[in-house]
């Protein structure tokens, strides 16, 4: 089973992700923008970073890259496929998921803890969460306040397509946990069909409590489990250092 | 031909540019400014001179890339000085 990390120009979260990924067991490879094969992955992360320098919109170019046609068809066959950051922005670009990302409300970019409850557990990326269970994320964004229309909006909710939330230290709500204005303080949202999921806080970040929080693990080790249902608990606790050759 | 792209945030979104530009305007003095809302514009040449396809790539290009239509409307316009110059409709209309 084999995950891979597809980064643009700009992307700069690429490492962090395949190093997360091998933290918990998965084989992992990185996938440049310009390939026209997925080298047999059975999941995807889409990197975060600022591909083609956020020109146009933040996400809005990288949706023309050689590999995203086959990204499109990854997803119809219902493949996992994880967003962080700039990721979460191209996949709502593309049409993957619904709504869309405007400037943080205040216009801050925002580099800072944010905690998150879980909702839903019954996905790739959040099957070793407890449901209700609160994350603490770091998170690095001007462009991560998602909006969705009012009709698109009642559609997310009555699908249950809200995995997380944005909330206080035991849970609560309100504008003051809720780091960039999200619509209904949503900070994880998944497609219909469960299968492609974006947020804008970076689970691979937070891999290692003296770091502040290993709760990022989480989500590689729900994706470990649902890319090897039998998984062993124990997984190797050094990797290596990541090798790339990047052709821009 | 020349062309211009006119995108804005749609009127239920929130533009918090706009609305902190409006205050400047309203800290130096400019009285009575109601609201103000912020836009991008993007000027095109075009190699054709047929006013009809003109239109017909400027609007495919805004509804392709330039806008993204869950959070912006846009306008086309043909600013050819010829077209101007006869008074033909230059299609002013909006697209939601």
């Not at chain 1, 933290?23 to 996938?31: F, I, R, S």
């Not at chain 1, 170019?61 to 922005?89: D, H, T, Y």
């Not at chain 2, 869950?70 to 316009?77: D, K, P």
Request: charged residues 20%; glycine residues 10%.
């Amino acid at each position: 089973m084999r995950v891979g990390v597809v980064y643009y120009p700009g992307s700069n979260c690429e490492q962090d992700a395949v190093h997360a990924c091998r933290l918990v067991g998965l084989d992992t490879t990185l996938v440049w923008h310009k390939q026209e094969s997925l080298d047999g992955c059975d999941a995807l992360i889409i990197a975060g970073g600022f591909s083609y320098g956020d020109h146009l919109r933040c996400g809005a170019l990288a949706r023309f890259s050689p590999v995203m046609k086959l990204v499109e068809r990854f997803a119809a066959a219902g493949q996992p496929i994880l967003g962080i950051c700039n990721g979460f922005q191209i996949l709502v670009e593309m049409g993957l998921l619904p709504g869309a990302l405007l400037a943080n409300d205040g216009l801050k970019f925002r580099c800072q803890d944010t905690r998150m409850q879980v909702e839903r557990t019954d996905s790739p990326f959040t099957n070793a969460c407890a449901e209700g269970q609160i994350l603490r994320f770091n998170m690095a964004h001007y462009e991560g306040n998602y909006f969705a229309d009012e009709a698109t909006l009642a559609d997310i909710e009555a699908n249950g397509q809200v995995v997380m939330r944005f909330c206080g230290p035991d849970g609560e709500r309100g504008v003051e946990h809720n780091p960039n204005g999200s619509i209904h303080d949503i900070a994880a949202l998944r497609n219909r069909s469960g299968n492609v999921m974006g947020l804008m806080p970076h689970p691979e970040r937070v891999l290692d409590s003296e770091l502040g929080s290993s709760d990022g693990r989480l989500m590689f080790e729900s994706l470990r489990n649902a890319l090897t249902p039998s998984a062993p608990a124990e997984v190797a606790a050094s990797v290596g250092p990541v090798e790339v050759s990047i052709d821009v | 031909m020349r062309g211009q792209v006119v995108v804005r945030l749609k009127q239920e979104v929130l533009d918090p540019q706009g609305v902190t530009i409006a205050k400047a305007l309203d800290n130096l003095g400019y009285e009575g400014v109601g609201s103000l809302r912020q836009g991008k514009i993007f000027d095109v040449e075009l190699e054709t001179s047929d006013p009809v396809a003109a239109r017909t790539a400027l609007e495919s290009m805004a509804k392709d890339l330039l806008a993204n239509p869950v959070i912006e409307s846009y306008e086309v316009h043909l600013l050819d000085q010829d077209l101007l110059d006869e008074g033909l409709p230059n299609g002013d209309e909006g697209h939601a």
